[in-house]
Structure formats: structure tokens, C-alpha cells
């Protein structure tokens, strides 16, 4: 939402962003947007007077309000304020209404049953727009919850175009992983977490390794749950350590560096909204193995900048299997296809577009 953000601030319209971090967090140091950081709230909910206080003073001297995020307290805070107002305010539930959450932690859903009719049912029933990322994430939020109503629109995220660089920076990822230099590598680029199907990928990637000597898999991201030291025991029992590498998180031109070394990109997630990394990708022209869960799979799958399947080891199998026999004609017109796609789709100025477009008609002016 950074990059929108900036994208609209571009577009000669002021942003202010209201968030629930200290004042002196890291992420703040060199940032150019206003930000007010109120302070943390209490607990995981994020209960915080400050920002009832704050929005009492303050909150009339904006035109319109977005909320990110759903299931914490700035939301109802939001309603509290500007619900049935001359204010409107819009809601992007970034995938948290998504149904593999109902189906993954069951005890969850049921415990936010009790907190939907009150709160967020309502905040979302009276928001000027409910902003979903794609169609399938709208289509699906529907399936969470039975009391439902919303004013849905759809509005992509998207990202800038890759800045143009010289040939030392692609040489960063093979001088920081030397192992990697001669091989093709298949980029994972996220949290290592078990929504991610890390662990999918690599069983693919055993499965496949054997017949496809020169690809190594690169495992780039967090690990937010303690998960890498399973995950690298399991590399070690298929015997891949030389060819499974586990980076850490990769920012800046590194993190370039490593999508224009990738010869391509995967992710086998079983739940994403709309899948940034993947649009970063995309941007960079490497094509993507993603699985259907991803909610942008659908417009990949028909711009053929990649290829789609279940979330499941089947399904990750078989994307590796169709990417090591494609020739290299075929990847070379899917890394066109990827850029294409991108320009026609994920751009942040597309992006920006469709969001101001929302924003206007919805509040009538």
C-alpha cells in the first residue's frame, strides 16, 4: 500500500497515514510520506484510546478514509468515527476474508463469529466500497461468513517498473552465492511459512532434481515461525544441499539482483490475495509457477507469462516438471508475456487509476 500510496501522491493529491507503531520504529527513519505513529494498542487486537482521541480531532479535516486490513481495532475505530457521515471511508480486506483461513484454523473462525455481527460485519456493510485485489479474492470473501453485505469493487495493487541498472547488479546474487553461479535457479521469494507451500517446493524439487542436474532452488525470506531448521533437515534427507539455498530475507538491489538471476520464479502458496512477489517478478520478466490459490493466477494463466496448478505436491511437481521441458524459445517468449502482463495489469499507474476512479465515484464527487 506504500507504493499506491506514492503513486496517488504523484497524481498531485495529499496522503497522510495513520499507523499503530511507535514513533521511533525503524520503518519510519526514511520514509517520505506523513505518517503519525500513535503508539502501540493493547494487545493483538490493538486497542488504543490515542487513536479514538486522534481521530476525534482530527479526523474531519480529510475527505475520504481507506482502512487497511480487517480483524483489529483501527477498523472499528474508523466506523465509530465516519460511519453515516458526509466522510466516506473504504475498506481493502487484503485477503483476510479468504475461506482457506475458515477451512486452516477452524477454533479461529469460530472465535471471530462472535466478533463479526458487532464490529466487522458492520464496518464492512457501511463502508462507501470493500476494495478486493482481484476478482477471485472478492468472489470468495463471500464464502466466509453468511452474514455478509458489502459495496464490493475490485481495484489490483500493483508495483513501480523496475529501475534501470547496470550488468553489476545482476552480478550481486552469483558474487553473495557463488554455489549458484552456473546453475539455473528456481526463485522463492516470501516468508518461509506453511501458507508459502515452502515445503512443497521442495519436495518438487526432489522429485525432479535427478533429471534436472543444472536448476537449484532458492529459498529467499524470513523465517517469521522457526520453520527453516525442518525445512533444512529435510533438504539434507533428499540430499540436496548443494542445490537448495536458504538466503535469508534479500532487500535493495540484492533482492534485484536475485529476479534477474532467477530463471524462474515460484510459489505454490495455498492462500494469497494477490501475491506481490509475484507481480514483482512479472515487472522483472521471469516467469511465474504459482498455484491456483493465488488469487492473480487466472490473468497469468491467459497472459501465459507462466504456469498454474493446484496447491499440492502433484500440482508443484507438476509446474517444475513443464518448466525443465520447455525449450528455451518457449521461456523466452513467456519472459515477454511476463513483462507484457505486467504493463497490462500490475503497473502501479493502472493501479493508481482504479483506485482514484473508486474513490471518486463512490463518495459522489
Not at 97 to 125: S, V
Not at 143 to 162: H, I, M, T
Request: include cysteine; charge should be positive.
Amino acid at each position: 500500500m506504500l507504493t499506491l500510496s506514492r503513486g496517488i501522491v504523484r497524481r498531485s493529491h495529499t496522503v497522510e497515514i495513520v499507523v499503530l507503531d511507535p514513533p521511533e520504529a525503524d520503518w519510519l527513519r526514511s520514509m517520505e510520506l506523513q505518517v503519525h505513529a500513535l503508539g502501540r494498542g493493547t494487545g493483538f487486537y490493538g486497542y488504543s484510546p490515542t487513536l479514538d482521541r486522534w481521530l476525534k480531532a482530527r479526523g474531519d479535516d480529510y475527505d475520504r478514509v481507506i482502512v487497511n486490513g480487517l480483524w483489529q481495532y483501527p477498523g472499528l475505530a474508523v466506523w465509530r468515527k465516519f460511519a453515516g457521515t458526509p466522510t466516506p471511508y473504504f475498506v481493502f480486506p487484503h485477503g483476510m476474508l479468504d475461506p482457506w483461513f475458515k477451512r486452516t484454523y477452524p477454533l479461529k473462525h469460530i472465535k471471530k463469529w462472535f466478533y463479526w455481527p458487532w464490529a466487522e460485519y458492520r464496518i464492512l456493510r457501511d463502508a462507501a466500497a470493500v476494495i478486493y485485489t482481484s476478482e477471485q479474492e472478492r468472489l470468495e470473501a463471500r464464502q466466509s461468513f453468511w452474514l455478509y453485505r458489502a459495496n464490493e469493487k475490485v481495484s489490483p495493487l500493483g508495483v513501480d517498473p523496475p529501475l534501470a541498472t547496470s550488468g553489476a547488479v545482476k552480478g550481486l546474487f552469483f558474487e553473495r552465492f557463488p554455489q549458484l553461479r552456473n546453475s539455473q535457479p528456481l526463485l522463492f521469494l516470501g516468508r518461509l511459512h506453511p501458507k508459502k507451500g515452502c515445503d512443497l517446493a521442495i519436495e518438487a524439487f526432489g522429485a525432479i532434481a535427478r533429471d534436472n542436474p543444472g536448476m537449484s532452488l532458492v529459498l529467499a525470506g524470513p523465517d517469521q515461525v522457526g520453520w527453516q531448521k525442518k525445512l533444512s533437515d529435510r533438504v539434507r534427507q533428499l540430499g540436496l544441499d548443494s542445490r537448495v539455498i536458504f538466503t535469508g530475507m534479500l532487500e535493495g538491489e540484492l533482492k534485484q539482483s536475485a529476479l534477474m538471476s532467477a530463471d524462474s520464479f515460484i510459489l505454490p502458496s495455498h492462500q494469497e490475495n494477490f501475491g506481490m512477489a509475484v507481480v514483482e517478478a512479472l515487472a522483472m520478466g521471469v516467469p511465474v509457477l504459482i498455484s491456483d490459490r493465488i488469487n492473480t493466477s487466472a490473468e497469468i494463466a491467459a497472459d501465459q507469462a507462466g504456469y498454474v496448478a493446484n496447491d499440492d505436491l502433484a500440482g508443484t511437481t507438476s509446474l517444475l516438471q513443464r518448466w525443465s521441458s520447455t525449450s528455451s524459445d518457449q521461456k523466452q517468449a513467456m519472459r515477454q508475456n511476463a513483462k507484457q502482463c505486467f504493463v497490462n495489469r500490475f503497473h502501479i499507474d493502472r493501479a493508481v487509476d482504479s483506485l482514484l476512479k473508486i474513490l471518486t465515484e463512490a463518495s459522489g464527487t
